[in-house]
């Protein structure tokens, strides 16, 4: 079993760029979910997709979009980067069958995204 | 809105001693608890989860951890320190199992030998 995969580990981008970082979840789970975690904080909860459609949202601006693919892989898209989006990006994966909530998320190991 | 506080931002124990690090949550419904360690460099591990079952939780690494409502903590424990159990901790709340978490600001773990 692979475990949560993301791609790419690092990464550097100009001010003003966009990003796209992907993952890949553990085999038989369905629910995707970004993290941001700033250097020296825990992580902040970006967004969540499960069925290809984006069902929770933390505060985040509208610069930060994603999507999930029908094989439940997921994109984080980060348009007009600011110097504070350098951060670690995390994703995590979980299941959700219905309206059953799973109770353990596993994490990937994170892309480290560096605006200059 | 739920949150967590974990209470010393870094904590140095003696190989062998105890382990405790604090953590203190606010929820308006009853909560889903988590305990996450993060290794430099790699993402998060679950140590271990609370989900209104058995308050006394035992995770893995010889960790445990206690729901206690009335003071509205989940503390962390390990009898006995390990060289290897040097961290980064954080503590986690939710709603909704596995789902939208909210983390604290973490405790580093330091281990002197």
């Known amino acids: 079993d692979a475990g949560v995969t993301q791609s790419p580990t690092h990464l550097i981008k100009t001010r003003g760029q966009q990003v796209t970082l992907r993952c890949s979840p553990k085999?038989?789970?369905?629910?995707v979910s970004w993290y941001q975690q700033a250097l020296g904080q825990g992580p902040q909860f970006i967004f969540q997709?499960?069925?290809?459609?984006?069902?929770q949202r933390g505060n985040f601006p509208d610069r930060f979009s994603g999507h999930q693919f029908p094989n439940y892989s997921s994109e984080l898209n980060v348009n007009a980067l600011l110097l504070g989006d350098s951060a670690l990006y995390l994703c995590?994966?979980?299941?959700?069958?219905?309206?059953?909530?799973?109770?353990?998320?596993?994490f990937g190991q994170g892309t480290r995204l560096t605006v200059v | 809105a739920q949150s967590v506080t974990q209470l010393g931002s870094h904590v140095s124990v003696s190989e062998g001693a105890l382990v405790l690090l604090r953590c203190n949550y606010s929820s308006s419904v009853p909560p889903y608890l988590f305990w996450y360690v993060q290794y430099p460099n790699q993402g998060l591990q679950l140590l271990l989860k609370y989900t209104s079952a058995a308050t006394l939780v035992k995770g893995i690494n010889g960790f445990e951890a206690e729901f206690k409502k009335s003071e509205t903590s989940f503390h962390l424990t390990k009898p006995s320190a390990h060289m290897s159990d040097a961290a980064e901790y954080f503590c986690a709340v939710s709603e909704l199992g596995a789902q939208k978490l909210v983390f604290g600001q973490g405790t580093r773990l330091t281990i002197n030998p």
């Open positions: 997709y499960y069925e290809e459609e984006e069902r």
């Open positions: 995590a994966s979980s299941l959700r069958r219905g309206s059953t909530w799973g109770t353990e998320a596993f």
């Open positions: 085999s038989g789970h369905d629910t």
